[in-house]
Every structure is written in structure tokens, then in C-alpha cells.
């Protein structure tokens, strides 16, 4: 089964955006991060529930309103990676 | 009671003695030298401010004195003191008043937490403040100095102090640091300016201090609503140009140059959003100063009227 994320708490991230731009801060590393609007969008998912790396790949298909295919899939991975290196999400306390 | 007001020996015996209390924006320092280099710089470029006369409570107690020891017959240096507490080597004597400036400057930057402090000069006109973030060689000192003679007040040209909830921020205007070219730059283009004596093979090469305005001085408890961020930068032989930047990135920039956005944690975040959502932000390249004035009226006449 494959793992799955879930954002940390909601009270600890701090949000603020502006156009198409976001930074989000983290209460608990204390450190600021720049996100593009695809990086919000997956964070925001996490923050709605836990994901694993396909099931944040069908959040981010329905927000593009199309199925990139392979190249999502990776970007998925990376992307999970990337945030879970951050402090932002961690493993979802139903994960294996 | 200004500083000026005071007779050169009454002075030179308190600063000798007991102590100048000297206030600067929010802040009241207690200035201790018996060094001839500050007492003249303090009398040249302090002349305007307040004096307290009998200051129950100092924020800053910092002096500038001599170095001990059979060095001082042969190279003599000073040092620099908070409290008791010396955060430097000592420095040559004849640095001993831009050591005066950086030590209140580190003093500032490392104890204040009540508000979001940022490392830029600030200027403001009708009420709206400038905030010109930039590292060193920038152009940043040498642009805020003109400004400042030319319509501008200044706020201060190192640290720009937030008010926590991003409303407004305080002035705190003292000299302003001008090095190497940006002197004889600034010397012909304000001959009206007082600067102090050049102070040459400092860390950051020659040094002299600006005086700053009077007005900007007197109105000490007056702060400003940001307004704009601007990101300056001199280059040669550049037509001045004013374009756009991400807020966000302006954002994230900003919190890197300012001392205490990760102390401040969430407070600090929420503070800095505030101020880049009430600014617009641009970057600046510019190589004239008189153009970087003209592009700088075009600015403040934006929205005009506006409170």
C-alpha cells in the first residue's frame, strides 16, 4: 500500500497570496516557502485530507481539468518529496 | 533642548562624564567618549535632535573609549561598548566615529524584537513611506541621500522599524553612512549637505557620514504608511527604469534582509504580509541621480490625495 501525506496541522501553516503567487509560513521549522500555484494546489489538497502519490495525482488532474499522464505522475512523486523535505506534510498516522 | 543648544564644553564634559541622553526616533541612547573624533562628529551631525536633560531611563548605554595597554602610545585604537559588553575587536582611533554609528546600528538591530525590523532605508512623502531594500553597492545610501534633499524625509537608511501589526513604520533617522565614490558623488551633487570628515581604509572602505535633515529630525514622532518597496540599484550608464516585482518574491526577499522576521516567527510573517500587501514593489536600476528623482516625483504624485 502506498504511503500516505497529510499536510501538518492547519494551525501551523500561515498562508498569504497574492495573483498566482503564494508564500506559505511554517510554525513549526519557522521558514517561509514560495509556492507556484500547482505546489499550492497539492498542499492544499493535503491539507483536506491524506493523499498518496495517486491520489494527489486525481487532485491535481480535476484542478487542471485534463490528465498530463506520465509527466503528472512524476511531478507527484517529486513534488511529495519536496514538501515532505520541507516540514510541510508528513506521513498520515494510517500509513504503513 | 537640542543638542546644539548645548555649549561645546558643557558637551564634551557630559559626554566625558556621565553621558549624553540623546533621543533618536522611539529609542533614547546614553553616549559616553571622551574621544575628540565623536565628540565632533555627535556635535556636527546630532545638532538637531533632543537632548534630555535628565533622561530617567536609556535604552542604549553604549560609549566609544580609548584602548589600554602600551599599544596606544604606538597605534592607538577605541572600542566600542553596550553596557559593558564589547561586541568588537577594538578599531583604529581614526574610525572612531563611524564605530560610533555601527555600534548604535548592531545595538538596534540586536535587542529590538518590538517591532519587524528590516534592514533599508526608508523615506516618505505625504504620509506614504518608501522602503529601499538592497545589499551593499546598491546604490541604496547614495539614492535615499538624494532623495532626502530633494522632497523626501528620511526615516532612516539602515533599519526600517515595523510596527507589529505592518500599520506603520517609525522614523528613526540618523546620519547616513556614504562610502568610497558615493562621497564625492554625494559632495557635488548636495553642496548644501553636511558631511562629516572622510574616514578612510574602514572595513567598508571610506566612510563619511551625512547629516540628516533637520525636518526629518524634528519630526521624529511622525511614522509613515508603506506604501511602496522598492528594490534599487545603480549601473552604469543605465536609463532610470522602475518595473514591477512579485509580491511574493519581494516578500521572501525582504524577510531575508530584515533581523529579526524568524525571532518574530508567525508575528513577523504576519506583519510582513501586511506591508507587501499595502505596497506596490518594484525593482529600480538607475546611473543619474537627478533621473532617480524625477522617476521617484512620479511616484509620489501617484495617487495623490490619497490618506
Known amino acids: 500500500m502506498p504511503q500516505r501525506w497529510i499536510a501538518i496541522s492547519a494551525a501551523d501553516l500561515y498562508w498569504r497570496s497574492w495573483n498566482d503567487e503564494t508564500v506559505v509560513y511554517n510554525d513549526l521549522t519557522g521558514d517561509t516557502h514560495q509556492l507556484d500555484p500547482l505546489t499550492e494546489t497539492a498542499l492544499r489538497a493535503f491539507t483536506e485530507g491524506a493523499l498518496d502519490a495517486p491520489g494527489l495525482a486525481t487532485a491535481m488532474t480535476a484542478f487542471l481539468g485534463e490528465d498530463p499522464g506520465a509527466d503528472l505522475r512524476t511531478w507527484c512523486g517529486q513534488t511529495i518529496d519536496r514538501l515532505a523535505f520541507f516540514g510541510l506534510i508528513e506521513p498520515a498516522a494510517d500509513g504503513p | ?307
Not at chain 2, 573609549?65 to 596606544?72: F, K
Open chain 2, 1 to 307: 533642548m537640542r543638542l546644539a543648544d548645548l555649549a561645546r564644553d558643557e558637551l564634551n564634559r557630559r559626554l566625558a562624564g556621565p553621558g549624553l541622553a540623546v533621543r533618536t526616533g522611539p529609542f533614547v541612547f546614553r553616549a559616553r567618549t571622551d574621544v575628540d573624533l565623536v565628540q565632533d562628529g555627535l556635535a556636527l551631525l546630532y545638532a538637531d535632535y533632543p537632548v534630555l536633560d535628565a533622561a530617567p531611563f536609556a535604552d542604549y548605554h553604549v560609549s566609544v573609549l580609548p584602548s589600554r595597554g602600551p599599544r596606544r602610545w604606538y597605534r592607538p585604537q577605541v572600542h566600542f561598548a553596550l553596557d559593558e559588553f564589547h561586541p568588537f575587536r577594538p578599531f583604529p582611533r581614526d574610525h572612531a566615529l563611524p564605530l560610533f554609528e555601527w555600534g548604535l546600528n548592531w545595538s538596534i538591530a540586536t535587542t529590538v524584537n518590538q517591532y519587524l525590523m528590516i534592514h533599508s532605508a526608508v523615506i516618505e512623502r505625504g504620509g506614504r513611506a518608501v522602503i529601499l531594500p538592497a545589499p551593499p553597492g546598491s546604490g541604496k545610501s547614495t539614492l535615499c541621500a538624494a532623495l532626502i534633499h530633494r522632497g523626501w524625509r528620511l526615516l532612516s537608511d539602515e533599519l526600517a522599524l515595523v510596527r507589529l501589526d505592518g500599520s506603520a513604520i517609525l522614523p528613526l533617522a540618523r546620519p547616513i553612512s556614504l562610502k568610497n565614490r558615493s562621497i564625492e558623488i554625494i559632495r557635488d551633487y548636495l553642496p548644501e549637505a553636511v558631511l562629516s570628515p572622510r574616514c578612510e581604509g574602514t572595513a567598508k572602505g571610506t566612510v563619511a557620514l551625512l547629516k540628516a535633515p533637520s525636518e526629518s529630525v524634528a519630526r521624529k514622532q511622525e511614522p509613515a504608511r508603506p506604501a511602496w518597496i522598492v528594490f534599487p540599484k545603480w549601473q552604469a550608464g543605465a536609463e532610470a527604469a522602475m518595473t514591477p516585482r512579485s509580491k511574493a518574491d519581494t516578500f521572501l526577499k525582504i524577510g531575508e534582509n530584515a533581523f529579526n522576521y524568524s525571532t518574530l516567527g508567525r508575528t513577523g510573517f504576519e506583519s510582513l504580509a501586511r506591508v507587501v500587501d499595502a505596497c506596490a514593489c518594484s525593482d529600480f536600476i538607475y546611473s543619474r541621480l537627478d533621473d532617480a528623482v524625477a522617476h521617484f516625483e512620479a511616484l509620489a504624485a501617484e495617487g495623490e490625495g490619497t490618506p
